[in-house]
């Protein structure tokens, strides 16, 4: 069974950081792709990172590249997304999302992440940035 569990979010500061971890189980990553997806209040969910771990391919959405990295821990089996200088606007419930297919490895060599095409998710955790 497919299990992805986020942890790490909470409330800070503009400015500040935090790192939001999403374990796996049931599937090991390498023939994955791992895409962190966050949602605020009235708006769409949008992708922000995602990793084609099988060819190794990262995409970060404009609004946080620079800031936000993707990493992972293979004895965990986790990829975590380091993110610093955090804004207001960086403030949502936090997704993990997963699938093996190739369309979604597809979407983020070109830099599309769509959130229907992905078959595994996490429940979310929420990051709030205050001002």
């Known amino acids: 069974q497919v299990l992805l569990v986020e942890s790490g979010g909470g409330s800070v500061q503009a400015g500040g950081s935090l790192r939001l971890s999403c374990a796996a189980s049931g599937f090991t990553l390498d023939d994955y792709a791992i895409t962190w997806f966050r949602q605020a209040p009235g708006k769409e969910r949008e992708g922000v990172a995602g990793w084609s771990i099988s060819d190794g391919t990262k995409y970060y959405a404009d609004s946080v590249k620079g800031r936000f990295t993707l990493f992972r821990d293979n004895v965990k089996n986790t990829v975590s997304l380091q993110m610093n200088s955090l804004r207001p606007e960086d403030a949502g419930v936090y997704y993990c999302?997963?699938?093996?297919?190739?369309?979604?490895?597809?979407?983020?060599?070109?830099?599309?992440?769509?959130?229907?095409?992905?078959?595994?998710w996490g429940q979310g955790t929420q990051v709030t940035v205050s001002s």
């Open positions: 999302a997963a699938d093996e297919s190739y369309r979604v490895a597809a979407g983020i060599i070109r830099g599309s992440l769509n959130p229907i095409d992905y078959g595994y």
